[in-house]
């Protein structure tokens, strides 16, 4: 499994404001990016504090990047993740439609009428951890299903347990010319931080890009 963070933050380091609404901080090459790396993948994967804020659709915007999947053999859009310990994902989420096939990564303690209010057709359930998704187990559940080519949109929290997970091996951001401030806006990587041992990162391209600049780094193993 090849597995690809991609997110865009302000010059300070931020995902979103205080409010953790959606900001649009890419331009529309930055997008046009995006959107031709989520044809790429087997599986576009966000947590459920992305669902929640954002209310993501995760599907592929330009048709011609359809076309092109369907006619390599593949579904017309990549599958979608949420990482959702509890199953908080709301019913009427956009990202349980049936434009593209879901998978929701529970753990043991999602209870079950929240299950079943969202089983549908194009929704599958993996458990994998207890009181949290153990991310390892359930990457580890998805690639039994065939998913090779995994990008991941956010936010921070799992960004970061994904790195702590040893889960990554590509990180690409662009870096928008907005300052957001505040100790409370979500930041590309929170969770507990680390204090030692800081995952080091290569650095492979550095490319200007709308009013921005996409940096694009590899992790160690
Ligand atoms: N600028 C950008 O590129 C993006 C910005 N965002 C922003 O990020 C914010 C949402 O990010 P977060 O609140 O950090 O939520 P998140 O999307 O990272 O989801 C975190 C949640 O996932 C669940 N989870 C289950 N197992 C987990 C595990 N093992 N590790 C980590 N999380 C696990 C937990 O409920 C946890 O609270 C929003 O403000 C959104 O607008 C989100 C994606 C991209
Ligand atoms: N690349 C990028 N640039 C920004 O400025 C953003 N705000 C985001 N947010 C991510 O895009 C998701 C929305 O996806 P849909 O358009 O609904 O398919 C959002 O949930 C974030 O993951 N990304």
């Known amino acids: 499994m090849h597995v690809v963070v991609n997110a865009a933050m302000s010059a300070d380091g931020k995902l979103s404001s205080r409010r953790r609404e959606q900001i ?5 090459e930055d997008f046009a990016r995006v959107d031709r790396l989520r ?5 576009v994967v966000v947590g ?17 990047l359809r076309e092109q999947r369907l006619e390599a053999g593949k579904s017309e ?9 509890n199953a908080r994902t709301p019913t009427d989420a956009r990202i349980v439609d049936d434009a593209a096939a879901t998978y929701l990564l529970v753990s043991e303690s999602a209870r079950f009428d929240r299950r079943a209010e969202l089983a549908r057709p194009s929704v599958e359930f993996v458990t994998a951890g207890e009181g949290r998704v153990d991310l390892l187990r359930a990457f580890a559940s998805l690639q039994e299903r065939g998913i090779e080519e995994v990008m991941v949109e956010g936010g921070g929290e799992l960004i970061f347990s ?11 951001v662009f870096v928008g010319p907005q300052l957001v401030g505040g100790r409370d806006a979500p930041t590309l990587a929170d969770g507990d931080g680390f204090v030692e041992n800081f995952p080091e ?7 200007r890009m709308d009013d921005g600049v996409l940096l694009r780094w590899t992790l160690a193993e």
Do not use: K, N, Q
């Open 39 to 43: 044809a790429r993948s087997d599986a």
């Open 77 to 85: 859009h990549p599958a979608r993740v949420v990482v959702d310990s």
């Open 48 to 64: 459920v504090g992305t669902v929640l804020a954002d209310d993501p659709h995760l599907t592929l915007d330009d048709p011609e």
């Open 201 to 207: 990162l290569t650095l492979e391209d550095v490319e």
């Open 162 to 172: 994904l790195v702590e997970s040893g889960l990554v091996d590509e990180l690409s």
């Open 24 to 28: 649009t901080i890419s331009g529309p």
